[in-house]
């Protein structure tokens, strides 16, 4: 097994990346060619659109309507505006299809025939309906709304295997149904195989009061790993060996060949004079970014789904799932300027074929043309930057933490007695969902006979706080960050290891000293954060949000292979605040597809459920 691992490490190209970085290759270099953020995000006009809220103006954000504002806490109160926006999401798949930056992929999974779908854009208390149509050809799937605390909607979290059944292929649909109880930046994402790596993703803005003035949104601006090879055929390749660098970097679903200049750049224009907010997803599959805009700095003001106080830095760091609302302040001399992507940690947050991943921002009235100034990149070592203040507080007592096997989480990296398999565990547990009978079926029929391998934490007293610390096989011989997500909560985290470089492999065991190290006032808290190679991370959430919930790591090839565990929430309460309609869906989508898989579906399961491969070439 060592060897194996030795090996992955290799692979990895663990290679540290130039300071200095440079634009892409690209011919010609005309501006006609720069594909604005304007011309993908057709919800744009949508986004911007006036609202009856007649407080929220350039000048005064924090206002949103009559008795609600930035220091409302979202938990525990929300708009009610009686508005339900309603999409259709239809999943296909095309061959020979040709991708952004040129090249031609044997097949590719769309929605609505995009490599990204449309932007769900609501206001916040609106309710959301999205109908999902699966017109894949041998695939289930299922759609979670990445951050969406589904407060007395869980049976639509769309986690296969936990809250529903698979949406079956060839027509099989389902309508989620949920209200948007926060607001801010997000995501949505297949959970049935690593369909999300193979184009089954968009993006979720939901309109509300922000910590900082403002006078242009320029909507969502999602980032992503993109891989040639299927990611079900990833999914493979990644039993045995360590991740490939991706092939390119999509910047908004656009990209630039690095060696052809195929494709464009993703062009956002930026009004002299005016600050703009700017919505940053990292999307990926298994890169970690870090971003800088040369010569601006970027003040953020919310932290995954979380207002925060304004915080100004000159570079982020978004693991895999995380997200960043910031404002830009066009200050600077009219021109044109990278957006830069670079990797860091020696290349443990990933890699590229593309060494130099860009975007262009445009000042209006500028000329066109590539920018020429390079800017310099900062090395975040693979760890999130733990200096955000949430507008809402939270404060919890750190004081008296023990660690106990009652709370501790132990990830680790193991192979079965004589197979060359990479098997991910929590708690000496790989999970391994059943498709055919969801967690949540359990819950709503009374039947406690759960088995081991869904791998379910079992909370049912109300309303308190539970620590939960994770520590990244500190005994293994190798190891990697991990984007840890939870769902149906953010979370306070309230500590993690002493901050080494990755490629150094220092291991760290959490013992009592480390309590004095620990935040329990107002913490940063969000919904994904990194888990360190070899050391660990505290974190605490309050069972407040009865359901049942995975955290799990959002590196696709990891959750795939079982790294990921299942709160199970307050199961009295769960049952009793589930509508009879949501049940009866429930039931009839389950019924079909048992009906489905796995008599008619050609692939058997292979993995965790929560990623499956492969899916049917025609």
Known sequence: MKSIIGAAALLLGLLAPSAVLG??????????????????????????????????????????????????????????????????LTFTEVTNWVGPDGVVEPIRMLVNGKILGPTIVADWGDNIQVTVINNLVT????????????????????????TECPIPPKGGSKVYKFRATQYGTSWYHSHFSAQYANGVVGTILINGPASLPYDIDLGVFPLSDYYYQSADDLVILTKTQGAPPSSNVLFNGTAKHPVTGAGSYANVTLTPGKRHRLRLINTSAENHFQVALVGHSMTVIATDLVPVNAFTTNSLLLGVGQRYDVTIDASQTPGNYWFNVTFGGSGF??????????????????????????????????????????????????????KRPANTLPVTLEGPPGQPLFVWKVNGSSINVDWNKPVAEYVLT??????????????????????????????GAFSLPHPFHLHGHDFLVLGRSPD???????????????????????????????????????????????????????????????????????????????????????????????????????????????????????
Not at 139 to 159: F, K, P, Y
Not at 374 to 396: E, I, M, S, Y
């Open 23 to 88: 634009a892409p290759p690209v011919t010609p270099i005309q501006r006609d060619l720069l594909t604005p953020i304007e011309e993908r995000d057709e919800s744009r006009v949508d986004t911007l659109r006036h609202r009856a809220s007649t407080c929220n103006t350039p000048s005064n954000r924090a206002c949103w309507s009559s008795g609600f504002n930035i220091n409302t806490d979202y938990e525990v109160s929300t708009p009610t505006t009686g508005v339900t926006r309603q999409y259709t």
């Open 139 to 162: 695939n289930g799937t299922s759609v979670h709304w990445h951050g969406l605390h589904q407060r007395t909607s869980v049976l639509h979290d769309g986690a296969n295997g936990v």
């Open 349 to 402: 947050c990933g890699t590229s074929a593309n060494p130099f991943p860009a975007a262009i921002f445009h000042y209006a009235g500028a000329p066109g043309g590539l920018p020429t100034a390079k800017g310099t990149a900062t090395d975040h070592n693979c760890l999130d930057n733990l200096n955000f203040k949430p507008v809402v507080q939270r404060n919890v007592v750190v004081s008296n933490f023990t």
């Open 446 to 475: 009374g039947n406690t006979n759960y088995p081991t391998s869904e791998n379910l934490v079992i909370l049912d007293q109300a309303n308190v706080w539970t620590y939960w610390l994770i520590e990244n096989d500190p005994d």
């Open 500 to 618: 080494v470089t990755p490629a150094s492999q220092t291991r760290f065991h959490f013992s009592q000293s480390d309590v004095a190290s620990l935040n329990g006032s107002n913490p940063v808290r969000r919904d994904v954060a990194m888990l360190p190679t070899g050391g660990w991370l505290l974190i605490a959430f309050q069972t407040n949000n009865p359901g049942a919930w995975l955290m799990h790591c959002h590196i696709a090839w990891h959750v795939s292979g079982g790294l990921s565990v299942d709160f199970l929430e307050r199961r009295a309460d769960f049952k009793a605040q589930t509508s009879a309609a949501d049940t009866a869906a429930f039931n009839s989508n389950c019924n079909k597809w048992r009906a489905y898989f796995p008599a008619q579906d050609p692939f058997p399961k292979i993995d965790s459920g929560l990623r499956k491969a492969k899916y049917m070439r025609e």
